[in-house]
């Protein structure tokens, strides 16, 4: 669901290290995928997009990974640098009119 | 995203005043949205518009207005702004039912 409270779930990575972001959506029948990263008072920002008849998508510094078979989706950022702070969400698209947005991970950078 | 572009981006109104938030998009896109984000929720969808003649209702509609003037403009009425209505609110374009480009937001505060 969308509305998971007031209290987004943190990850906090060294400065360098690899970061893993998860989003479990909710609908078998979804077939597109997207990462969003939102910096603070910033719109949302595209990343990176995978379609469900592939497992793995490459960009710069991310990587997507879709499991269809438990609903899980991934975001990996390499070498996490401090620009990276943000909050990130994954968005599903059912087949429909419209995006189902995820409520978001917030990213810490630690120096 | 510069291509979308949202005005004002902060905006203070009191309770019973009606207002509006203006969207413009050089994207050439067809499909326009308009959503809301609270602390820690995800984004919520008022309204979408498929063209200038199609404009429907999202999931939290109530109180709100859209109109779809042109293509590259969708505006958004509050009719009679109330305190729960403080968010921020932001425009979204799409070619079909892809990737949302959103723009940088309006922050509104209701007294």
Redesign the interface.
């Known amino acids: 669901g969308?509305?998971?409270?007031?209290?987004?779930p943190t990850l906090s990575v060294q400065e360098g290290d690899n970061s893993i972001i998860n989003c479990a959506y909710s609908n078998s029948a979804s077939d597109?995928f997207?990462w969003?990263k939102q910096e603070s008072?910033?719109?949302?920002?595209?990343i990176i997009?995978i379609r469900s008849n592939m497992d793995k998508r490459q960009g710069q510094r991310v990587t997507v990974l879709l499991n269809k078979t438990v609903k899980h989706l991934s975001l990996q950022i390499a070498a996490t640098q401090p620009g990276d702070s943000a909050v990130y969400?994954c968005?599903e698209?059912p087949?429909?009119?419209?995006?189902i947005?995820?409520?978001?991970t917030r990213l810490l950078v630690r120096p | 995203d510069a291509d979308v572009t949202q005005t004002p981006r902060n905006r203070i109104t009191k309770t019973g005043k009606r207002i509006m938030l203006e969207c413009s998009q050089t994207k050439g896109h067809d499909r326009m949205y308009w959503y809301r984000q609270d602390p820690g929720l995800g984004l919520r969808l008022i309204y979408y518009s498929f063209d200038v003649k199609d404009i429907n209702k999202g999931e939290i509609s109530d109180g709100y207005s859209v109109s779809r003037q042109a293509q590259a403009k969708f505006s958004l009425s509050l009719e009679s702004a109330i305190p729960n209505q403080t968010a921020l609110y932001f425009c979204a374009t799409s070619v079909g039912g892809e990737t949302q480009y959103f723009g940088p937001g309006t922050r509104l505060l209701v007294l």
């Open positions: 969308e509305n998971v409270g007031l209290h987004l597109y997207i969003y008072g910033k719109g949302p920002q595209f997009d969400f968005a698209n087949g429909s009119y419209k995006l947005f995820g409520s978001g």
